[in-house]
Structures are given as C-alpha cells and as structure tokens.
C-alpha cells in the first residue's frame, strides 16, 4: 500500500519588527532636529493580538494533523517544536507595533517664528499609503503630500516623501493660533498610526519678585540678629519657567534654598522658590538677590534684590501680633499638594531611597490655615519646613508648607495627606504614592 504522501503545508512567516524605545526631547528652537520623538499608538497592538490568536489556532491546526500523519518524529519532539513556534511569535505581539517618530516633541517658539519645521516618520522608512495632518488653528485636517499642494496658505509639506515613511509640514510664520497639539495620521499596510507634537508660544516671565513671610518682622526694612529670614522668590507666567537662582552680597547661595516649585496654567509656568536663613551679623548691609534666567528676558535675565539691615536694638518680637478676633473669618481655598519640579519622578513614582519634596498650599484665609500632615493613618512631624505666610492688600493669607521625606519601599500605595485646618472648617488633599527601584 503506497504510504500517504505527507502534508506539504507550510508554516506562514512571521517576522518580528522591533520597535524602538519611547523617548522624550525638548527642544528650544521650532526647526526638526536629528533626535525623533517616538508616540507609540496603542490600537495597532490590539491588532497584532488579534492576528497573533488567529496565527496561533493555524499553528496548531497544523501540527496536529502532523501528529496524526507522520510517525517517525515523536508527539513529544513536535510539542516542543509547537511550544518554540508560539515563543517566537510572542515579540510580534510585544514589539510588533509601529512607532511613530516626531520631531521635535516640543516646539517652544515665538509668535512670529518663521520656517517651523513639524515632521513625522516611520522607522526604517517604510512606506505609507497616505499622511493626515491636523494643524492647530487650521479649520480641518489635509493630506500632507509631496505630489499635492496643501490647502492653506502659509503651510507646505515638509519631509523625505510617502515612498520613505516620512511626512509633515512647515508653518511659513507661527501664529498665536497655532499654539496647541499638532497631528499626524500614518497610514501602513491599510493599519493607521498617530504621532503628535506639542506647540507653545514662548512667552517672557514677569519680572521676579521676592516676598517675606508675614511671619517675619522686617518693619524699616531691618531684621532682628539671630532671627530666621524667611523669603520667597517667584517668576511668574512665563513659557517654558524660568530659572531661579540665588546671591547674598554676591556670592552664590546654595545650603539656605528649598526646592522649587512650578505650577503650570494655560502653557504659562509659575515658579517658586524660598530661602531661609537665621540673620547673622556678617549679613549685615548686604543684599539678597534672586535671578531668574529666560531667554526672552534682556540679557537673558533679571534680578530682584532685598536689603538686609540689622535692628539696633531687639525689642520686636519675630511673629507680627495681629488682633484677627474681630476680623471676618475666609475659608481659604482647598489644599493644594505640588510635587517640587527638583524632584525626579518616573510616571508619577519616586525612586527609593530618594528625597521627595512636596508643598502643601491653602490660599486666601483669614486668619492663616494651618496644615496637619498625615501617611495614611500616621502623623507626620518630620521634615516639615516653618510654613511661608504671605498676606494680601485685603488681610487674606496664603499659607505654604514643604515636607521632605526620604522615600522608603514600604511607602509604595500609601496616600500622603495634607489636612488644613481653620475657624470655619478643615479640608484636605491626597496623593497616593508611588515607587519604584
């Protein structure tokens, strides 16, 4: 009897592309540079799992009909090669997915800025079927094309071509308009991938300023020997934040600063910082100056400075007394927790052994909040900063508190509280922590 022929099937190819790293560049001019940003685009991994699921059922369609028909190869020796097949497909499922390189991630640049450079590419320059790109300011998206002239005027199309994965466009003069998120929609082998790019106009800080604490008695604009100076230097509304960085009687400060801090509105940066010192009698006529560095500052920075005078006599106390019995009482504003931008996080965790800074802030009470510090169920006492008043022209008073804290492993899913308390009632904030190694 003739032996029946064996199956000539044959396992379908799979080959793995891999996908690079997911980074992040910023970059201070609007031109594209060398260096791509990468978006990942998730929906394209759901459909590498679904042809992954299909690939694995005609594996195994195939090799049980080899076990039935071919007796010379043991099941467990056509097992194994099942096992290994399915192993080597898992990096399709894991690393199949496109990347989408940008550049540049983020385009800090001037109203007015000419020539923007906004472009989008696919690894290893495969080509694309077609190029969507969403342009803020623009009333809807086009196809961005070498072989097609765009339908806005002042944008052009900018890149290598479809034929070598690359496509995008360049803004003839950036307008306030164009301030937003620009995208892009690849399309490669009928599946679609999106990349985007961050664009913000630059916009010079208000000069800075420092600020005492209304807790610190500088009547005459002199300071009492021995007594803590407590200030706080602060550039506001400026895009990206300024720099800050301190001097007393020209030298620069670095053991009496906090960390700072940045808080973000509108693509406009505040930042803060404090310094605190117990006034000695060599500072005596010197000047305590804050920098704030920026690009579109003159010189590229500006300067603020306090005098400091030592009191002859030392009959003040340090704490202004005020009478706030009679005053209406201003719930200040729910507490507010902000994370020192000194402070590295990886996706909002902190790194072990590392120092976390963060600040507590109740704005506009009267009389001032005062803060209780909690981790989950545990007071905290330690670490805390002497909490920062500042007083408006309306007697209202903000308060700031920092607390530093080495971070342990078994702090991991506990919640930090910020509990501030006041005459007309208590409010508090939360943060759940994250580590990591």
Known sequence: MAKKKKNQQQLPMVVPTTSASSGHHHQQNGGAHKKLHKTRDSD????NFVKY?????????????ELFENSTISAVQKMIKLFASLVLLVPFVLCGEIVVQTAPKFAFVQEGHRNL????????????????????????????????????????????????????V???????????????????????????????????????????????????GEFDYGKPLIAKCASRKGWPAAKLSWYLGGKPVTNELGAAFTEVVN???????????AVAVEDNRKQLVC?????????????????????????????????????????PSSPQLLISSDVPTNDGAFKEGSTMVVECVARDGKPAATFL?????????????????????RGAVTTQQMLQRVVKASDNGKTLICKARHPSGTSETRLKLKTYR
């Open 291 to 331: 920098r704030a560095e920026h690009e579109l500052y003159p010189n590229g920075f500006m300067e603020v400075a306090l005098p400091i005078k030592l009191r002859k006599t030392n009959n003040n106390e340090n704490l202004i007394q005020k009478d706030a019995s009679k005053d209406a009482k201003v719930k």
């Open 267 to 277: 693509n406009r940066a505040t930042v803060e910082q404090f310094y605190r010192k």
């Open 53 to 65: 699921v299909l690939h694995i059922f005609n594996i195994i369609f195939f090799w049980s009909s």
């Open 117 to 168: 450079n906004l472009l989008c590419e696919i690894p290893g320059s495969n080509p694309i079927d077609f190029c969507i790109v969403k342009v803020p300011g623009v009333a809807a998206p086009f196809a961005a094309s070498e072989r097609l002239p765009t339908p806005v005027q002042g944008v052009t199309y900018f890149g290598r071509g479809w034929s070598k994965g690359s496509c995008g």
């Open 170 to 220: 360049t803004l003839a003069e950036v307008q306030a308009k164009n301030e937003g998120t620009f995208e892009c929609i690849l399309s490669v082998a009928g599946q679609t991938y999106k990349g985007t790019i961050d664009i913000a106009s630059k916009a010079a800080p208000e000069p800075p300023v420092i600020e005492l604490s209304s807790n610190v008695d500088d009547s005459n």
């Open 373 to 393: 510090w909690f981790l989950d169920d545990q007071l905290v006492y330690e670490g805390l900063s002497t909490p920062f008043l500042t007083q408006s022209s």
């Open 44 to 47: 394209c991994c759901s459909i």
